[in-house]
């Protein structure tokens, strides 16, 4: 399994942007699809954002295309989330993944998360 640990979580006003990093540990990493899901206070967990081991294929929650560009330097074990114009509805706490199953937006396809970042937008 891969270790993941994100960070550059924070609190940001409306319109504003935010970039996600997941530090990742463990051999496989390489070969693991990366994603990120998010949370909300009350809400069940939903995709954001998913990247394929050679960062060729991406993947994107409909409502969220045009504001998050996911990306992942494999050199540093690295996947980040780029996140501009943030709107206060995106306050959540943001998880990175790490897997290879067949669905690619489903976080059943995902063995390893982090322990989340908090991401707050004002308003």
């Known amino acids: 399994q891969v270790q993941l640990k994100e960070s550059g979580g924070g609190l940001v006003q409306a319109g504003g942007s935010l970039r996600l990093s997941c530090a990742a540990s463990?051999?496989?990493?390489?070969?693991?699809?990366m994603a990120w899901f998010r949370q909300a206070p009350g809400k069940e967990r939903e995709f954001v954002a998913a990247?394929?081991?050679?960062?060729?294929?991406?993947f994107y929650a409909d409502s969220l295309k045009g504001r998050i560009t996911i990306s992942r330097d494999n050199a540093k074990n690295t996947v980040f989330l780029q996140m501009d114009s943030l709107k206060p509805e995106d306050t959540a706490v943001y998880y990175c993944?790490?897997?290879?199953?067949?669905?690619?937006?489903?976080?059943?396809?995902?063995?390893?998360w982090g322990q989340g970042t908090q991401v707050t937008v004002s308003a």
């Open positions: 463990g051999s496989s990493f390489i070969v693991d699809r």
């Open positions: 993944a790490a897997g290879r199953g067949l669905l690619p937006l489903v976080a059943g396809s995902y063995a390893s």
């Open positions: 990247i394929s081991y050679g960062g060729i294929n991406t």
